[in-house]
């Protein structure tokens, strides 16, 4: 198993709600990523886990909080998001903290 | 200014031509290199990395120049199938960590057409 898989793929949420971005690796990857990408934007960093530990945090608002249940999930619980929060979140894990793996990405919009 | 600079394009080449994409990258402390492509609505995938003495991946050539601290991608004979966003990826390495942050240019946007 090879891939990086995120749950949902789509994802509409008011501002009031609370929800999480899941996802998943079978690679025996030990560092895991979340990022951010706006339309005709590059990716940004937003947190890296490295064996299950947060690592970095790039001054990523509180409305976003990480979990690392273990080596293999990965979880982004998202609460009191604002309109400006829509994107694409990205999960990646890397075995040696370069050339992460992606995973297809939740398209996140908030109404 | 910005960690990694990349001309976005859009290059808008045909089948069959040569083409080249820059970027340049700020931090002499740079340690590893890559090119992503990204299609439209999906996620980025790594192409290739990017070593200081040169690689080829059939079609692909990437350079690394340490001193001008830019990096290149040459596509020969461009395929309707390489039409996507070409991501340059710089990792720097935090002090005394084994951890590297990843810089993601812009992306340079190619449009191969028949």
């Known amino acids: 198993d090879t891939e990086v898989t995120q749950t949902p793929k789509h994802l509409v949420m008011g501002m009031t709600n609370k929800k999480s971005l899941k996802c998943e690796q079978h690679m025996g990857h030990r560092a895991m990523y979340w990022y951010k990408q706006k339309a005709k934007k590059p990716p940004e960093l937003m947190f890296v886990y490295s064996y299950e530990k947060l690592s970095i945090n790039e001054s990523v608002p509180s409305r976003f909080s990480p979990e690392c249940p273990n080596s293999s999930l990965l979880n982004l619980h998202l609460h009191a998001l604002q309109p400006e929060d829509s994107a694409l979140y990205l999960c990646?894990?890397?075995?040696?903290?370069?050339?992460?793996?992606f995973g297809p990405g939740t398209r996140l919009t908030v109404t | 200014r910005k960690e990694v600079e990349q001309d976005p394009g859009p290059f808008n080449v045909p089948e069959g031509a040569t083409v080249a994409f820059n970027c340049t990258y700020s931090n002499s402390a740079s340690q590893s290199f890559f090119w992503y492509r990204q299609d439209c609505r999906k996620e980025p995938k790594l192409l290739m990395s990017?070593?200081?003495s040169g690689n080829e991946d059939g079609r692909f050539t990437a350079q690394l120049n340490r001193a001008s601290q830019y990096i290149s991608l040459l596509i020969r004979d461009s395929k309707l199938s390489d039409s996507a966003t070409y991501l340059c990826v710089v990792s720097i390495y935090d002090r005394g960590s084994t951890l590297g942050r990843l810089y993601f240019g812009r992306g340079t946007q190619l449009t191969v057409w028949p």
């Open positions: 990017v070593y200081s």
């Open positions: 990646a894990s890397s075995q040696d903290a370069s050339k992460p793996h």
